[in-house]
């Protein structure tokens, strides 16, 4: 029980990879505080957190409102005497491109899957306990390196969020706290799943999408999950400011 007694706020926990993450922290001893928008899909996953015995509890937080996070974050230091470690997990994708792309869904994805990073960082810093654990950890993409067209605002603010990473780990270094943070390639969750679901040929997208990795699966939400575990643990004590890639072998080859 490498987390015992520790509180954990994932974002984006009713779903995917936040979901998993935070079952990955429940199961080894820490409270975890599911910040998520999604009412319905939020007591769902703290109802199945606590039926196999984890101290999880639901808070409704969209991320990208500045109030919502600030009472979470306080609500949760109030809870349990301050917060050991923050996971910034929740984003939103959208397949469209500079030309389509309107200023409002600009904000929108910018609002949550950078803005978000910059607001639950900011609020939960000061209640982050004086433990060997006291980590943020901000989930990227490896879009944020090389992407596809039409996925402009999302590539922007994954991009966004590997230097946002950094300058914290920088600032943030007055406080002990450590920032790090991780690239997924492709995860079989919802957002996965949502995609693959609205083309017209999803099977022969999946093969395709297979063929792309050298280790002959795409990701699970567990995989995300035993990361973000090492970078709060001890064993990352060293480690600062970086992003790691965890993609299969994806991003190392080249199309020939
Ligand atoms: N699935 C992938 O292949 C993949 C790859 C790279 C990066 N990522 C990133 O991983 C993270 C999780 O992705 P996922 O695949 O689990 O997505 P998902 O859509 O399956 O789940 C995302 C969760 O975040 C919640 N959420 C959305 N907007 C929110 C907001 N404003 N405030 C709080 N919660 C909000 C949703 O309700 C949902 O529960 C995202 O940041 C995503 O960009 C995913």
Known sequence: MRFQG????VTGAGAGIGKG????????????????????????????LRQLGIDARFMQTDVSDAEQVRQTMARAADQWSGIDAVINNAGIALWKGVKDLDSEEWDRVLGVDLKGVFLTAKYAAPFMKQSSVRSIVNISSVHAYATVPHYDAYAASKGGVVSLTRSMALTLKEDNIRVNGICPGFIDTEMYRRYVD??????????????????GRIGTPDDIARTCLFLCSEDAAFINGTMITIDGGLSIQLKH
């Open 6 to 9: 520790k509180v954990v706020v």
């Open 198 to 215: 609205s083309l017209e040929d999803p099977a022969a997208y999946e093969r395709y999408v297979l063929s792309l990795h050298t280790v």
């Open 21 to 48: 993450i935070a079952l990955g922290f429940g199961k080894e001893g820490a409270s975890v505080v599911l910040a998520e928008a999604n009412a319905e899909s939020g007591k769902a996953a703290e109802h199945e």
